[in-house]
């Protein structure tokens, strides 16, 4: 069968599924090679050559005066992150962005931050995927080695703590740890400044 350009990210951002069988999934595998290859020459640069910014900047299709990335980074997708003003992701970050990616403004990570928007199927997990956006909200700190799951969106101001999975949503102005994460307490919304 055939499929009109982009029809892979369409079921993607509907969740899915895809099947890696499907011809259109020929879409999605040019996109990890041509990800794969921006990354790593970016991280092949020295990490005081500020000519690597240039090849995330391809990644992701826009200038980066505003977001900072240390390296080594690798990301599949570089077509599915969106990134607000002043982000920082620290050094040895892995975001796994078929399912969508969104980091507001002032988000910041960690080094070691993992995050993943992609499934297998429980039952067809060699050719069958489900896809679930991850969303990063506005100043929200992700600490050292975070892993966030599929569909889960962190809240504002939220802070996770290091090492901790989150395999649900987080709310605004919570502190969460632990495998998986649970809300330790709550920030004061009045002492935090823009």
């Not at 969740?15 to 879409?27: A, D, H, I, K, L």
């Not at 993992?114 to 100043?139: A, C, F, P, S």
Request: with cysteine; hydrophobic share 40%.
């Amino acid at each position: 069968m055939d499929y009109e350009k982009g029809y892979v990210y369409e079921l993607m951002e509907k969740g899915g599924p895809t099947y890696v069988t499907e011809s259109n999934f020929m879409e999605a595998v040019e996109e990890m090679m041509r990800a794969r290859t921006l990354c790593a020459k970016a991280n092949a640069c020295m990490p005081d050559d500020p000519t690597y910014i240039t090849y995330l900047e391809e990644l992701f299709g826009r200038k980066l005066d505003d977001v900072r990335i240390l390296t080594p980074f690798i990301c599949d997708f570089g077509n599915g992150v969106k990134f607000g003003k002043n982000v920082f992701i620290n050094h040895s970050a892995i975001l796994s962005a078929s399912g969508g990616i969104e980091f507001e403004d002032g988000a910041m990570a960690a080094p070691g931050l993992r995050i993943t928007t992609i499934n297998h199927d429980m039952n067809e997990r060699h050719t069958k995927y489900t896809y679930g956006k991850v969303l990063v909200k506005k100043n929200a700190w992700l600490g050292m080695n975070v892993t966030i799951c599929p569909g889960v969106t962190i809240g504002e101001y939220a802070v996770v703590a290091a090492g901790a999975v989150v395999t649900k949503d987080v709310p605004d102005y919570a502190v969460v740890g632990g495998v998986p994460a649970k809300v330790i307490r709550y920030l004061n919304p009045e002492e935090q400044k823009e």
